[in-house]
């Protein structure tokens, strides 16, 4: 069984940084991506950052600059830097692993982000 744990998360004011961390275990084999998603009162969850086993990134347009995602591969956990934060990037965060040959999905519980104006 495969279980995220979710750290980092918190109120901070606008302009500010936030470190989310999430470390993977359990039995867990070819890691095909980690990522970060977030849901808004009342929104539907969306991609904030992903990595893939490459290594390549991909960002949501409204945290290219300002998020950074990495990955400790001998660790299994995936972070989340986060600065110049602003009030509309309030909502949980949820880690994401995709992983094993069929694909599989397994989600962190959540993590609270607050920015404050």
């Known amino acids: 069984q495969v279980q995220l744990v979710e750290s980092g998360g918190g109120l901070v004011q606008a302009g500010g940084s936030l470190t989310l961390s999430c470390a993977a275990s359990?039995?867990?084999?070819?890691?095909?991506?980690m990522g970060w998603y977030r849901q808004a009162p009342g929104k539907q969850r969306d991609l904030v950052a992903i990595i893939r086993e490459s290594g390549n990134t991909n960002y949501a347009e409204s945290v290219k600059g300002r998020f950074t995602i990495s990955r400790d591969s001998g660790k299994n956990t995936v972070n989340l830097q986060m600065n110049s934060l602003k009030p509309e990037d309030t909502a949980v965060y949820f880690c994401n692993i995709n992983f094993g040959w069929s694909s599989a999905d397994v989600w962190g519980q959540g993590t609270q982000v607050t920015v404050s104006s």
């Open positions: 359990g039995n867990i084999w070819r890691i095909n991506a």
